[in-house]
Antibody
């Protein structure tokens, strides 16, 4: 079935790094635009980053620009988020989600992976 | 950035009654060239990821019960649950995908009265 599975979350100290992965299955990954979202504990949803099907267009939220890097490997049906210079305010559940076109709603979401930034 | 504001923050509705959630965007999310509103509604239950209910402001996602409906255009939108069921207890978010940064409303918590 259509599925997205995130991994790579964990506990990291402020200033540290973490790399999240999102494994896709059940659909043609290379046809879909991919995004990362996050949700801090008890808070609402926040969009983090977008990558087009061929990786030629990438966007970031201002809150992560210059610290996070999104990438994808269509041959391996995988999406990544490299997170550097982590801050306490980056603590959240991180979700990957797909969209059919460049500007479309997000119809499939992963279960999320928790990132905790704390000393 | 487009600011999305939902009202109310929470509401309690009796089983079988109508629940209405409102969403207002700080600028229009209607794209004139295709007459589509770039607005979606999501349902999130505790410990679960968001689930897409409605896209293009009024198109129901496959598998979503027909008691869920969306309406509105431009800057004002509504999600209606026509007959609230126990399984509809959740937080509901509107989201614009007209432009990045994609932004969400703060969420509306729907519970049973």
């Amino acid at each position: 079935q259509v599925q997205l599975v995130e991994s790579g979350g964990g506990l990291v100290k402020p200033g540290g790094s973490l790399r999240l992965s999102c494994a896709a299955s059940g659909f043609t990954f290379s046809d879909y635009y991919m995004n990362w979202f996050r949700q801090a504990p008890g808070k609402g949803l926040e969009w983090v980053s977008y990558i087009s099907t061929t990786s030629n267009t990438i966007y970031y939220a201002d809150s992560v620009k210059g610290r996070f890097t999104i990438s994808r490997d269509n041959a391996k049906d995988s999406l990544f988020l490299q997170m550097d210079s982590l801050r306490a305010e980056d603590t959240a559940v991180y979700y990957c989600a797909r969209a059919m076109t460049a500007r479309a709603a997000f119809d499939v979401w992963g279960q999320g992976t928790m990132v905790t930034v704390s000393s | 950035d487009i600011v999305m504001t939902q009202s109310p923050d929470s509401l309690a509705v009796s089983l079988g009654e109508r629940a209405t959630v409102n969403c207002k965007s700080s600028q229009s999310v209607l794209y004139s060239s295709n007459n589509k509103n770039y607005l979606g509604w999501y349902q999130q239950k505790p410990g679960q990821p968001p689930r897409l209910l409605i896209y293009w402001a009024s198109t129901r996602e496959s598998g979503v019960p027909d008691r869920f409906s969306g309406s509105g255009s431009g800057t004002d939108f509504t999600l209606t649950i026509s007959s609230l069921q126990a399984e509809d207890v959740a937080v509901y978010y509107c989201q614009q995908y007209y432009t990045t940064p994609y932004t969400f409303g703060q969420g509306t918590e729907v519970e049973i009265k």
